[in-house]
């Protein structure tokens, strides 16, 4: 089901909800830090006495971080571990973790975070980038403009037919609509749980839009 909404409701009160694990995926400057960074305040006013780190190249968590990872830091993830109330930001995570397969900091840190109650944000460019166990944890997909194909979601995502609809839609929106500006970015959520698609920000109708190529 596809509906125009909002996802200010993912982001539940410390009192009823589980931890989360969301990946962002687009392609450069289609706004993925900057919705991430709105996700993170809502998450920090939410439970003003949680704590925020960020692996932050961009530094669009500069203001509200509470400390930062960096790729030197190569027990990053058994660092987090230590943490306890928590939201885990790691933006561009392939400076800071190369490889496919999970390190042994980061299978503790999966295998941890709700006990410790710890909340993941892993931001990537492509599906390909996608760290093999992280895919199978992620809760929802937030999918904003890529330029891959079919089979890029498909090597890497479980039910990556959800994340391949979410990026047809938002690609067409984004080829008439144009990318947005801050702070309102066209994007698809993909609820795994709930086998559903939200998009957001994408108010204008598509239904009667044909790109050039499409049939009649």
């Excluded at 391949?164 to 994007?187: D, T």
């Excluded at 698609?197 to 598509?206: Q, W």
Aim: proline share 3%.
């Amino acid at each position: 089901m596809n509906t125009i909404g909002t996802t200010k409701k993912v982001v539940k009160k410390s009192e009823d909800r589980t931890n989360f694990l969301f990946c962002f995926i687009g392609t450069n400057r289609t706004g993925k830090s900057a919705t991430a960074q709105s996700l993170a305040m809502d998450w920090k006013s939410s439970r003003p006495n949680g704590i925020i780190v960020a692996h932050d190249p961009q530094r669009r968590f500069v203001d509200i971080a509470d400390g930062f990872l960096t790729p030197d830091d190569e027990d990053w993830a058994e660092r987090c571990c230590t943490l306890r109330n928590a939201l885990v930001i790691l933006d561009d995570i392939r400076l800071i973790h190369e490889s496919d397969r999970a390190s042994k900091g980061l299978m503790k840190l999966l295998y941890h975070r709700a006990d410790y109650n710890i909340d993941i944000i892993y931001i990537v460019h492509n599906p390909g980038l996608v760290i093999n166990a992280l895919a199978h944890f992620t809760s929802n997909y937030f999918i904003f403009m890529t330029n891959i194909q079919e089979g890029a979601f498909k090597k890497k995502i479980p039910n990556y037919s959800l994340c391949m609809a979410a990026s047809e839609k938002v690609n067409k929106y984004v080829s008439i609509f144009g990318r947005g500006k801050y702070p309102k970015f066209p994007y698809v959520m993909v609820d795994i749980e709930k086998q559903r698609l939200i998009a957001v920000n994408m108010e204008r109708d598509l239904t009667k839009v044909k790109l050039k190529g499409e049939e009649e």
